[in-house]
T-cell receptor, first 111, second 110 residues
Framework: GQQLNQSPQSMFIQEGEDVSMNCTSS?????WLWYKQDPGEGPVLLIA?????ELTSNGRLTAQFGITRKDSFLNISASIPSDVGIYFC???????????FGQGTELSVKP | DAGVTQSPTHLIKTRGQQVTLRCSPK?????VSWYQQALGQGPQFIFQ???????QRGNFPDRFSGHQFPNYSSELNVNALLLGDSALYLC?????????FGPGTRLLVL
């Protein structure tokens, strides 16, 4: 079945460092989404990507929709303590289809 | 503009009981999806409702059922609860592909 492989599983970085995480799949998707989830809360949408090759920024966050439609990455620049949390990639093939999630990347930021 | 809301926030049930969870979508959203998230895992798709019909279903048993009302709000029902049903249940609403999540309902089955 469709599956997203997200890496790394966890990251421990110093405040001010840049972060990069990615998701790959053997299946093609038409929409890629990146969410952040704090403990006990629902995922919060960070960035949505709708076209292959699209590069989109949201403040210090930048994400790209891979040209093959099988992958996406998320970069966070100049990390701060409030960036701590679990980041999930998610993808959907078509409207009305189910959202598939990666396993998550747990980010820890040391002040 | 209120986001997606869910009730209750927490729930404790015993094995064999039945539970109903509720979700109100964002204003203007007509589609509601439900997900189950076990501890340390990504959310798993249960089913999606559009125009009061179940449009797609994930790999969950018939004990999981749902309903969508004319105002687009939705309910998730789980019968004959098992210990393994303990999880965070998330509702997401959308009008096209982009789904926005509520805060979730934490269900504990004892």
């Amino acid at each position: 079945g469709q599956q997203l492989n997200q890496s790394p599983q966890s990251m421990f970085i110093q405040e001010g460092e840049d972060v990069s995480m990615n998701c790959t799949s053997s299946s093609i998707f038409n929409t890629w989404l990146w969410y952040k989830q704090d403990p006990g809360e629902g995922p919060v949408l960070l960035i949505a990507l709708y076209k292959a090759g699209e590069l989109t920024s949201n403040g210090r966050l930048t994400a790209q929709f891979g040209i093959t439609r099988k992958d996406s990455f998320l970069n966070i620049s100049a990390s701060i303590p409030s960036d701590v949390g679990i980041y999930f990639c998610a993808a959907i093939y078509n409207q009305g289809g189910k959202l598939i999630f990666g396993q998550g990347t747990e980010l820890s930021v040391k002040p | 503009d209120a986001g997606v809301t869910q009730s209750p926030t927490h729930l404790i049930k015993t094995r064999g009981q039945q539970v109903t969870l509720r979700c109100s979508p964002k204003s203007g959203h007509d589609t509601v999806s439900w997900y189950q998230q076990a501890l340390g895992q990504g959310p798993q798709f249960i089913f999606q409702y559009y125009e009061e019909e179940e449009r797609q279903r994930g790999n969950f048993p018939d004990r999981f059922s749902g309903h969508q009302f004319p105002n687009y709000s939705s309910e998730l029902n789980v019968n004959a609860l098992l210990l393994g049903d303990s999880a965070l249940y998330l509702c997401a609403s959308s009008v096209k592909e982009t789904q926005y999540f509520g805060p979730g309902t934490r269900l504990l089955v004892l």
